[in-house]
């Protein structure tokens, strides 16, 4: 069975700073991996995928992703973040599609 | 563009009562699924749906649970006789194909039971 791990629960940043939200996840076969996010009060929306390809992921609002097989992670990097990118963030797996395993999320705040 | 949808949006119920949520995934998709957040915890996997069964289920989904899809437009979940563990935020995905595609989720619905 899939896993995922988010490693840092909460994320304080500063308007304009870079952020990295760290995911590894533990699979024996080839999967897709997610990052979702979770504005409050809101649903999931999806930020970027990995199916194949490409190791580097470009997503909405700025966001990217690269998935690193021999270390099996897939971080989310942002360069300059704002105030509204304040949010929960999930990292997902999925083996080929089908259900996913969703990491315990991280906490994003952006402060002025 | 198009959206999955979900109502309620809150839902209030009694322990012991039944609940039905309902969704309305996207009209071309084939594939239904159904998670759950406890506040505070991770989304988890409950059902996924296809072809008018389920596909697969997780050791949550017991037999408190089922899901439905009634007409061509809707799916349903059914709690039987709530427990007040089952207060969560539940949410429809629904997927064009399982493989090489993403799940497009829904709003959620909050259900406390009291």
């Known amino acids: 069975a899939q896993s995922v791990t988010q490693l840092d629960s909460q994320v304080p940043v500063f308007e304009e700073a870079p952020v990295e939200l760290r995911c590894n996840y533990s699979?024996?076969?080839?999967?897709?991996l997610f990052w979702y996010v979770q504005y409050p009060n809101q649903g999931l929306q999806l930020l970027l995928k990995y199916l194949s390809g490409s190791t580097l992921v470009k997503g909405i609002n700025g966001f990217e992703a690269e998935f690193n097989k021999s270390q099996t992670s897939f971080h989310l990097r942002k360069p300059s973040v704002h105030i509204s990118d304040t949010a929960e963030y999930f990292c997902?797996?999925?083996?080929?599609?089908?259900?996913?395993?969703f990491g315990a999320g991280t906490t994003v705040t952006v402060r002025a | 563009e198009p959206e999955v949808t979900q109502t309620p949006s809150h839902q209030v119920t009694q322990m012991g009562q039944e609940v039905i949520l309902r969704c309305v995934p996207i009209?071309?998709?084939?594939?239904f699924y159904w998670y759950r957040q406890i506040l505070g915890q991770k989304v988890e996997f409950l059902v996924s749906f296809y072809n008018n069964e389920i596909s697969e289920k997780s050791e949550i989904f017991d037999d408190q649970f089922s899901v439905e899809r009634p007409d061509g437009s809707n799916f349903t979940l059914k709690i039987r006789s709530t427990k007040l563990e089952d207060s969560a935020m539940y949410f429809c995905a629904s997927s064009e194909r399982r493989i090489n595609t993403e799940a497009f989720f829904g709003q959620g619905t909050r259900l406390t039971v009291v």
């Open positions: 997902a797996v999925s083996l080929r599609g089908g259900k996913l395993s």
């Open positions: 699979s024996s076969v080839s999967v897709y």
């Open positions: 009209s071309n998709h084939l594939y």
